[in-house]
C-alpha cells in the first residue's frame, strides 16, 4: 500500500508527494532541483496515522470520495487492532502466559461488531472503554461537542460505527459511490478524531507502567 507523504524539499522547498511503503519507516527523494534528501518518521507516525494521510490525499488530491472514506474506516481500525496486540502481548507478557498472534486474531475475529470491538480493546487500556473515556476528559469532550455535529457523547461508540463504518460498508458491501466531499471529509474528521482519543488512550496506559 503507498502512503503519500508532505515533506518539502530541503534546497528548493518544492512539495510533491513522496510514495513510502506502509511498512516503510524512512523516506529518500530526488527532487526535480537535483537535491537528494531524505528522513526518518517518527514513532508517532503510527500506521493507522499513515493510512490516514493515504485517506486525506484520496480526498484532497484525486477527489475519490468513497476510496477515501474507505481508508479513513480503516486508518482507525488497523490503529485499533495494533493496540490490541500491543497491550495483549504485553500483559501476555507480565502475567507469564504468553500468547500466539493467531490466538490474538481470532480474539478480534470473535468481537461481533465494530462497536463492542471498539470498546473491548480501548478496555485494554483503560477500564472505562472508549466512550466513558471521552466523556471524563474534558479537552475531549469540549472537542466533540464544539467540532462535531454527527456525534454524540451518549452514543459516541455508536456513531463512530454508523457514521464511519456504515458508509464504508455501503461503498464495499454495496459498491455505492454516490457519497459527495462533505461526506468524505465528514469521516476522515471523525477518523482523525478517533486516532487521537486512541493516542491518548495508549499515552494513559504507558504512563501507569
Ligand atoms: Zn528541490
Known amino acids: 500500500m503507498k502512503i503519500p507523504l508532505r515533506v518539502p ?4 522547498k518544492k ?17 526535480s532541483c537535483g537535491d537528494v534528501y531524505s528522513g526518518f518518521l517518527g514513532n508517532d507516525v503510527t500506521v493507522g496515522y499513515k493510512i490516514l494521510f493515504r485517506s486525506r490525499y484520496e480526498l484532497i488530491e484525486t477527489g475519490d470520495y468513497p476510496l477515501s472514506i474507505v481508508f479513513s474506516a480503516a486508518a482507525f481500525e488497523c490503529e485499533l487492532s ?3 496486540f500491543k497491550w495483549s502481548d504485553i500483559t501476555a507478557l507480565q502475567t507469564g502466559k504468553p500468547v500466539s498472534d493467531g490466538d ?38 469540549q472537542t466533540i461537542t464544539e ?7 451518549n452514543s459516541l461508540t455508536s456513531d463512530f460505527q454508523q457514521k464511519l463504518f456504515w458508509p464504508r460498508n455501503r461503498v464495499l458491501h454495496l459498491a ?23 493516542e491518548e488512550l495508549d499515552k494513559k496506559k504507558r504512563n501507569t507502567f
Open 9 to 12: 524539499c530541503d534546497s528548493c
Open 15 to 31: 512539495e510533491e508527494p513522496i510514495f513510502i511503503d506502509l511498512s516503510d519507516s524512512s523516506f529518500e527523494r530526488k527532487c
Open 82 to 84: 495494533r493496540l490490541h
Open 104 to 141: 490474538l486474531e481470532e480474539l478480534l475475529r470473535k468481537y461481533r461488531s465494530i462497536d463492542v470491538k471498539i470498546e473491548e480493546v480501548c478496555k485494554l487500556m483503560d477500564p472505562l472503554g472508549f466512550q466513558e473515556f471521552v466523556k471524563s476528559s474534558t479537552e475531549l469532550r
Open 147 to 153: 467540532g462535531f455535529q454527527s456525534l454524540s457523547l
Open 176 to 198: 455505492d459511490t454516490s457519497f459527495k466531499k462533505a461526506d468524505g471529509v465528514r469521516c476522515f474528521n471523525i477518523a482523525t478524531l478517533g486516532l487521537r482519543i486512541l
